[in-house]
């Protein structure tokens, strides 16, 4: 069964490097989501993307944070300098359709910034 | 304004019963909604949907109940094994342009007892 996959599993930085977190969608998906999950709350919004373009972000997702899809099967999620209250769990999904479409999740990476 | 939430943070289950964990959803105009499993150190994992024009759906042993009059919806687990054991969400689709935001509930944490 096709599922989302994320590299690497966890990422330890100091606080103001850069992170990159790469996923790879299902293959035939179009739509590609990041969330992020702070420790013991729930699932928060990041980004969608669609047709090499973000779609919609949240208020968490600032200038630090950018998104790109460099070729036909990863999705990376950068943060340019990273922040102690970056540290979360983040989840990229991704959707064949959109609208009324199941979004699969990936089994995240957890960053934690020191 | 449009939110997703949980009655109770932890339900506790015997092995074999049925559980049940509600949701109760503020915005009358959504029309999709997700349960999704989350077990420790995964991502959320699809477990069934509901459009807005079903009253219920049925899965592999559970079951999704949808009440539009009191904007409340329910994930009943069937015969309850040792693996259902984890954090249970409740997501809303975003409509128009927020088409492919998932709004995630706090999470019911379901415990099985033998």
């Known amino acids: 069964e096709p599922e989302v996959t994320q590299t690497p599993s966890h990422q330890v930085t100091q606080m103001g490097q850069e992170v990159i977190l790469r996923c790879v969608p299902i293959?035939?998906?179009?739509?590609f989501y990041w969330y992020r999950q702070i420790l013991g709350q729930k699932v928060e919004f990041l980004v969608s993307?669609?047709?090499?373009?973000?779609?919609?972000k949240s208020e968490i997702f600032d200038d630090q944070f950018s998104v790109e899809r460099p070729d036909g099967s990863n999705f990376t999620l950068k943060i340019r300098s990273t922040k102690l209250e970056d540290s979360a769990m983040y989840f990229c999904?991704?959707?064949?359709?959109?609208?009324?479409?199941?979004?699969?999740f990936g089994p995240g990476t957890r960053l934690t910034v020191l | 304004g449009e939110s997703v939430g949980l009655h109770l943070p932890t339900l506790s289950v015997q092995e074999g019963d049925n559980s049940i964990i509600n949701c109760a959803y503020s915005?009358?105009?959504?029309?999709?909604f997700i349960w999704y499993k989350q077990e420790s150190g995964k991502g959320p994992q699809f477990i069934i949907d509901?459009?807005?024009?079903?009253d219920k759906r049925q899965g592999q042993r559970v079951t999704v109940l949808l009440n539009k009059t009191v904007k409340h919806l329910s994930l009943q687990i069937a015969a309850t094994q040792p693996g259902d054991s984890a954090v249970y969400f409740c997501?809303?689709?975003?409509?128009?342009?927020?088409?492919?935001?998932?709004?995630f509930g706090a999470g019911t944490q379901v415990v099985v007892t033998p």
């Open positions: 999904a991704s959707s064949n359709q959109r609208g009324l479409d199941t979004q699969y």
């Open positions: 293959s035939n998906h179009l739509y």
């Open positions: 993307f669609y047709n090499n373009e973000i779609s919609e």
């Open positions: 915005n009358s105009a959504s029309d999709y």
């Open positions: 509901i459009r807005s024009n079903m």
């Open positions: 997501a809303e689709k975003g409509q128009g342009d927020s088409w492919g935001k998932l709004q």
